[in-house]
Each structure stands twice: as C-alpha cells, then as structure tokens.
Nanobody
Framework: QVQLAESGGGLVQAGDSLRLSCAAS????????MAWFRQAPGKEREFVAT??????????FYVESVKGRFAISRDNAKNTVYLQMNSLKPEDTAVYLC????????????????????WGQGTQVTVSS
C-alpha cells in the first residue's frame, strides 16, 4: 500500500510560482512512476506531468499546455516528488493530485489515470488574474 500526501497549494497571482510536494510511503519509491494530474470544477481530470521510475531513467513528460513552465522532479532520499510551477495562469487553477503506480510493470501510457493505483487527496491551486 502506497500513501500519498500533497502540500504546497495556495492562492497566487498570475505570473507567480508555486512548488507542490507529494510525500509517498513505500520502500521502493525510486521505482514508482509518479505523476501530477489536475481537476478544475466541471472539467475532467487532466494529466499534467510524470516522472518515470529508476528502471526507465526517470524520464519526464508534460502536457503541452505546461511545457516550459512546469517541472517535475523527485528526491528518492525523501520519498518525495515535486512540481515546480512557474508563470502561473488563471487556467492553471485546479485541484492538483499526486499519483503513483507503485512500480508495477504496465504498458498503459504514463498520461492515463488508469495507470496509477494510488492517489493523494489533492491540493488546491488558485491563480487570480
């Protein structure tokens, strides 16, 4: 069982930065693919970014709308994944959720929520114009 806890959300102005953190349990954290999704009111859950596990060289992938502004990273010594968000826009407003695949072997795309069996409760990010 993997438990996830997000932190770092808040209310900011357009153009500001935030760094989200997601602390995970588990002895083999380095092998987990970790991802951030977001869900805005009335909208479907959207993939934001992922960092694959150590078995696949910690590759990173992003949704097009955040490329160049957001950066996902991980600290395996702290069992934590981060999402650095710069140049925030009002359309980035959403609940941000951390997800982990538990290190399973899967052919499901990293951008699909079905890949991830473990989810945090989410942290609210609100960007005012």
């Amino acid at each position: 069982q993997v438990q996830l806890a997000e932190s770092g959300g808040g209310l900011v102005q357009a153009g500001d930065s935030l760094r989200l953190s997601c602390a995970a349990s588990g002895r083999t954290f380095s092998t987990y693919a970790m991802a951030w999704f977001r869900q805005a009111p009335g909208k479907e859950r959207e993939f934001v970014a992922t960092i694959t596990g150590s078995r696949t060289s910690d590759r990173t992938f992003y949704v097009e709308s955040v490329k160049g502004r957001f950066a996902i990273s991980r600290d395996n010594a702290k069992n934590t994944v981060y999402l650095q968000m710069n140049s925030l826009k009002p359309e980035d407003t959403a609940v941000y959720l951390c997800a982990a695949d538990g290190g399973i072997y899967s052919t499901t795309s990293y951008s699909r929520s079905q890949r991830y069996g473990y989810w945090g409760q989410g942290t609210q990010v609100t960007v005012s114009s």
